[in-house]
């Protein structure tokens, strides 16, 4: 069974930096392009960034210059390196993979990370 779990998410000042982490789990699988998401309250969820196994990125224009995704596909796994971190970037992120196994081919969703940015 594939399964995406995040980790790194908490409370941090405005200005301050925060790194995401999600891992892939599951036997005989190969992850695609993966991704973060962010949902705020009262808002719909919005893309932050992807990148695909090849390493070509995608940011939303509100994080570029401020967060680097990156992966490490031997591990399956994803980040999100958040600096300069606002307050508007208050959220539950999700991470999001497209991945293929030997009997499935799915977009898996993570369970989300709260991000909190406030002083």
């Known amino acids: 069974q594939v399964q995406l779990v995040e980790s790194g998410g908490g409370l941090v000042q405005p200005g301050g930096s925060l790194r995401l982490s999600c891992a892939a789990s599951?036997?005989?699988?190969?992850?695609?392009?993966m991704g973060w998401y962010r949902q705020a309250p009262g808002k719909e969820r919005e893309l932050v960034a992807t990148?695909?196994?090849?390493?070509?990125?995608n940011y939303a224009d509100s994080v570029k210059g401020r967060f680097t995704i990156s992966r490490d596909n031997a591990k399956n796994m994803v980040y999100l390196q958040m600096n300069s971190l606002k307050p508007e970037d208050t959220a539950i992120y999700y991470c999001?993979?497209?991945?293929?196994?030997?009997?499935?081919?799915?977009?898996?969703w993570g369970q989300g990370t709260q991000v909190t940015v406030s002083s």
């Open positions: 999001n993979a497209d991945i293929i196994t030997t009997v499935t081919s799915m977009i898996y």
């Open positions: 599951g036997s005989n699988l190969r992850t695609n392009t």
């Open positions: 990148i695909t196994r090849y390493a070509m990125t």
